[in-house]
């Protein structure tokens, strides 16, 4: 139990240096993390389209 105490305080020791980022990067970070996620869903939903269509043309003739 003792050894589960001490991890606990220096894992408080440690989240005590990071540096958090402040509210705005917060924002810009969250807001190019969810802009590159729709671009990619677009991206992987039109090329998985154009394969299914190529592949149906194909097994159809």
């Known amino acids: ?25 917060l924002i810009g970070s969250t807001s190019v993390v969810l802009i590159i996620s729709v671009i990619l869903s677009v991206f992987i939903g039109f090329a998985d389209f154009i394969i299914r269509n190529i592949i149906f043309f194909i097994l159809s003739r």
């Open 1 to 25: 139990m003792s050894r589960v105490i001490q991890f606990l305080k220096e894992v408080k020791i440690e989240l005590l240096k990071v540096t958090w980022p402040k509210k705005d990067e």
